[in-house]
């Protein structure tokens, strides 16, 4: 497609059940990176992908999160026995490359997780 | 670490008024310095850019200068529409390793009629 497509849109679920969530980045785009955005904490990156390895999981928040990439193209982020804490709005992103200044990140228009 | 503080909002104005939404970094080295804009209901867009001292990034009416002497990346519009009402977020990446953005709390403006 013509940008980076997330999906679902929204999601509400129950606290302690698990959520995958999708993003298709711009087609011939190696680098993709998911980044969360909530009312406490604010933009944070989570995780890197280059191709289908993921050199940075710096930003993961716990090991009930994980993610992953098959093809260099789509990636799940999933989320494991999901806390009120983990509600937010989780943003993909994507670029030509990962190590160049100027290569630009195209970001999706996020997944709105909702914990119950 | 590296990190981003911007002004807090909302930034209240009137159409035509001048815009100045300030952003300083903290970083190692020579970070590249961005402006995203989303807009209500959208994803984020990149507004603008700069990747060395001196540096000025334009677009739509808006412009920001990499001041290294400063540490700063001062978004500017000379004179706001109402369409401009969005949060605007600074963010900087590192010149070296991956290319991860580091973003400020972002700032809310509200353009009136």
């Known amino acids: 497609g013509a940008g980076v497509s997330q999906s679902p849109s929204n999601k509400v679920t129950e606290k302690g059940k698990d959520v995958e969530l999708r993003c298709d980045p711009i087609s011939g785009h190696t680098a993709l990176y998911w980044y969360r955005q909530s009312l406490g904490q604010g933009l944070e990156f989570l995780i890197y992908?280059?191709?289908?390895?993921?050199?940075?999981k710096s930003g993961l928040p716990s090991d009930r999160f994980s993610a992953e990439r098959t093809g260099g193209s789509v990636s799940t982020l999933t989320i494991q026995r999901t806390q009120q804490e983990d509600s937010a709005v989780y943003l993909c992103a994507s670029s030509l490359e990962g190590v160049q200044a100027k290569n630009i990140q195209y970001f999706g228009a996020g997944t709105r997780l909702s914990v119950l | 670490g590296n990190s981003v503080t911007q002004m807090e909002g909302p930034v209240t104005l009137s159409e035509e008024a001048f815009l100045t939404i300030n952003c300083t970094y903290t970083?190692?080295?020579?970070?590249?310095l961005f402006w995203y804009v989303q807009y209500p209901g959208e994803g984020l867009q990149l507004l603008l850019k700069?990747?060395?001292?001196?540096d000025k990034g334009s677009n739509k009416g808006f412009e920001a200068t990499y001041r290294k002497e400063t540490t700063s990346f001062h978004l500017e519009k000379g004179s706001v529409q109402v369409s401009d009402s969005a949060v605007y977020f600074c963010?900087?990446?590192?010149?070296?390793?991956?290319?991860?953005?580091?973003f400020g709390t972002g700032t809310r403006l509200l353009v009136s009629p």
């Open positions: 992908f280059q191709g289908n390895s993921a050199p940075d």
């Open positions: 700069a990747t060395k001292a001196d």
């Open positions: 970083a190692t080295g020579y970070p590249s």
């Open positions: 963010a900087l990446t590192s010149n070296t390793g991956f290319q991860k953005l580091v």
